[in-house]
């Protein structure tokens, strides 16, 4: 590699675990091939090894960034990708990686099939690429897929090595195949898409199965049929479970308030989380705060202004601290969690006016 390119990688790389660090690096590397390319990926792949990212950041592009244009997707596909990770594909370098490799997979973390409209054999022959040995995050979301793929992705060495998964759809027909997969060894986490309409003998097949017997968190990301979702969690295995993260849009259209009344579920949890939520209005703030957590290990709000934050919304930042500052001291909430993580809704004043009600943890 020259010492040209060199410079200007690490002149990229110095900007930290941003978008817009990681939007200049598929454009560097989009401008190589051949030797130059490999030499470069040599480079950044060790480099990115490092990154630290936060657990609600994500990668974001704007419909200004040229990266938006050449991928050929909707904006949805940007809105909905994977928390807790930076490094995801470009929608234009998985539709490649359907017909053929590249050293700049080794790049990724993430690949997300939202809005790609994927086969089953397109699906398989991505996944299947033996670049993709960093990729922790699968988000197959709204991809339509078959039994073979459920019969043999799970057996894909890039698999062997996931830690998140995320599903939004899962037809009937598919339950058989779903429960019989085996075990996926470092999953960690899996997330109930947005567009997930639940049924016990799908979403039970998905949450019975030996693949995801070692998840800790389970996301429920859907206002469909809350009550139905949580009676299949409550009836499923998942011995490990600790922890539900809330992340639907509306959070009073959510399983949150429902979760809360099943006792037998919730005294499992030892961590609630309240996802990013895009509008937090004072009104549900108070909603928030008047809710029986009976006695919740740990309130998680971390998230709440995790997206204002990401997209440099600083007046809806102070409006929510100024909500939970309203709101939270001397509520029912404050009375019924152990403990309260508050993330981006901190301030001095909150911290004062909550000293001896509840423990407050970074």
């Known amino acids: 590699m020259t010492k040209q390119l060199r410079d200007e990688a690490d002149a990229i790389l110095e900007g930290g675990a941003t978008s817009e660090t990681w939007g200049a690096i598929i454009r560097l590397v989009d401008a190589r091939s051949g030797e130059e390319l490999e030499e470069l990926v040599d480079h950044l792949e060790a480099e990115l090894a490092r990154w630290k990212v936060g657990r609600h950041d994500r990668w974001i592009v704007t419909d200004h960034d040229p990266i938006y244009a050449k991928s050929g997707v909707s904006s949805v596909f940007f809105s909905r990708l994977q928390r807790g990770s930076m490094r995801v594909a470009p929608p234009h370098w998985v539709k490649q990686a359907t017909t053929e490799g590249s050293p700049r997979l080794r790049l990724v973390d993430a690949v997300s099939l939202g ?3 994927l086969n089953s054999t397109q699906a398989l022959k991505l996944l299947g690429r ?6 922790r995050h699968l988000d197959l979301h709204d991809t339509k897929l078959t ?3 459920w019969k043999k992705a799970p057996l894909l060495p890039a698999l062997q090595r996931l830690e998140s998964l995320r599903v939004s759809i899962l037809h009937e027909d598919l339950a058989a195949a779903v429960e019989a997969a085996p075990s996926l060894p470092k ?3 899996l997330a109930i898409g947005q567009s997930y309409s639940p049924k016990p003998q799908r979403i039970g097949a998905l949450l019975g199965s030996d693949m995801v017997a070692g998840v800790e968190v389970v996301a429920l990301e859907t206002s469909n049929n809350g009550r139905a979702l949580l009676d299949t969690l409550r009836a499923s295995g998942l011995p490990e479970l600790r922890e539900i993260e809330i992340g639907s849009p509306d959070l009073f259209d959510s399983p949150l308030e429902p979760l809360l009344g099943y006792e037998e579920l919730a005294s499992r949890i030892e961590t609630i989380t309240i996802l990013s939520v895009e509008h937090l209005t004072p009104i549900d703030f108070s909603a928030l705060a008047a809710l029986d957590f009976g006695g919740v290990g740990e309130l998680d709000l971390s998230g709440v202004n995790a997206e204002h934050r990401l997209r440099g ?7 929510n601290r100024a909500g ?3 709101h939270v001291p001397g509520s029912n909430l404050a009375e019924t969690v152990k403990r309260l993580r508050l993330g981006d809704l901190w301030s001095p004043e909150l911290a004062a006016a909550l000293d001896g009600q509840v423990e407050l943890v970074e």
Not at 130 to 135: I, K, M, Y
Request: glycine share 0%; charged share 45%; aromatic share 4%.
């Open 115 to 117: 809005e790609l409209k």
């Open 130 to 135: 033996e670049e993709l040995v960093n990729l």
């Open 147 to 149: 039994k073979t793929f």
């Open 187 to 189: 999953l960690r986490r």
């Open 313 to 319: 919304r600083a007046e809806h930042v102070e409006v």
């Open 324 to 326: 939970a500052l309203e």
